[in-house]
């Protein structure tokens, strides 16, 4: 397997050379391109409520994206590597990336800031979100990346482990606001950084040896390593600030671990019954604290990941538009199609056609006439 560094340097050359062929034969009129008032109709609408939702990066087109399939095997959708990690300049990718800094210093490019990073910083970066990588001349930033899809860790092994309430690193602190997540972000110094880098290094030489059964070993040192990460995190917000009163903690965490979980398991089949067994709550209850802090219900803020989650694949793949509404959940094209103009104020398609004729105009600027 490539290095992640060197899987972005093919993607953009490929994706530049796409988009120097792409400006000299094609044209605003090849693009299906809406009008601009249905263009102005597809601006993202602002919303009230705080989002603890994911950035979504790769709005202007013009960003790399990596696929998973060019890191991780499709039969098993993880892969870790050591590195020392130079320039890259700003990406996508469709998996969770788990970045732990061994050692020296850079700048990690996030929603248009930049935060220093150094050793024992841990961070997550999940599927459709943007950031880059800075190291100074002379400088030189180890890290670890542990890479892999959300269905690695199944409900199954949830429900069985009984580990919903204890994987807030995974499925609370990812969706937080990105100056919380990257000015608050964890650090590990002493012990917990032995421990930690201990079994990513563990990690490291099971990946690489592939004996019997590594593939159940690597899933659950994954899950170990969450729990772990979690551990630490839940101390340090503790001792960050003052706690609100039980009650209420009990009920924003249990609306965050919820929404981090349809952020991660948006394309499955998700009832209200199986959220409320797998939380160990009752749907009135789920509904209940859903609202309280999103200011919406369960099905809405599900509806609202879904279609976020096919505006990136409308810009970011040649995919059929039903085949989108398959690969965000929906098997009903027609209600998609409703519910994306209700969103977005206009259909899919013309979503697309949008986008298409802004990113062509955008490659027009970006590279000139040769001669």
């Known amino acids: 397997m490539l290095p992640i560094a060197a899987v972005w340097l093919r993607t953009a050359r490929r994706e530049q050379s796409a988009m120097r062929t792409g400006s000299a034969t094609r044209s605003p009129g090849d693009t ?7 263009k102005a109709s597809c601006r993202r609408k602002e ?8 950035q979504c990066g790769w709005g202007s087109g013009m960003h790399n994206v990596i696929s998973s399939s060019s890191l991780m095997k499709e039969e098993f959708s993880f892969n870790i590597m050591r590195q020392i990690q130079g320039e890259i300049h700003e990406h996508g990718h469709d998996f969770v990336e788990l970045v732990y800094v061994v050692r020296g210093n850079g700048m990690h490019g996030f929603g248009g800031s930049h935060y220093e990073i150094q050793a024992g910083d841990v961070f997550i970066i999940n599927p459709g979100e943007v950031h880059s990588y800075h190291v100074e001349n002379g400088e030189e930033m180890e890290i670890i990346n542990c890479l892999f899809m959300p269905s690695l860790i199944p409900d199954t092994l949830l429900r069985e482990l009984e580990i919903t309430d204890s994987m807030d690193f995974f499925y609370v602190h990812p969706f937080l606001k990105s100056e919380v ?14 421990i ?17 059964g590594y593939t159940t070993i690597l899933r659950m040192q994954l899950i170990e390593l969450l729990l772990l990460l979690s551990r630490y995190y839940t101390l340090v917000q503790k001792q960050r600030s003052t706690m609100p009163s039980p009650r209420q903690l ?5 609306a965050r671990r919820v929404y981090g979980y349809l952020e ?3 394309d499955k089949k998700i009832t209200l019954q199986s959220l409320a067994e797998l939380y160990n ?8 604290v859903i609202q309280l802090e999103y ?3 369960v099905i809405d803020v599900l509806h609202e990941i879904r279609i976020n989650r096919a505006k990136l694949l409308l810009m970011e793949s040649d995919e059929k538009v039903i085949t989108i509404a398959t690969m965000v959940g929906y098997e009903d094209p027609s209600f998609f199609n409703r519910l994306f103009h209700r969103h977005a104020g206009c259909s899919p398609r013309k979503y697309r056609s949008g986008f298409e004729e802004h990113r062509w105009k955008e490659g027009k600027e970006d590279f000139p006439k040769e001669g």
């Open 250 to 254: 009990e009920r924003e965490m249990t």
């Open 264 to 266: 991660r398991n948006f």
């Open 295 to 297: 200011g919406k219900s």
């Open 196 to 212: 930690v880098s201990s079994l990513l290094d563990n990690m490291l030489r099971e990946f690489g040896s592939r004996g019997p």
């Open 47 to 54: 919303h009230t409520k705080p989002q603890i939702g994911f």
């Open 181 to 194: 997540r990257f000015n608050h972000r964890l650090n590990l110094h002493g012990q917990d950084a032995f």
């Open 32 to 38: 299906r391109g809406a009008s601009a008032g249905s």
């Open 281 to 288: 709550i009752s749907i009135r209850q789920l509904n209940r």
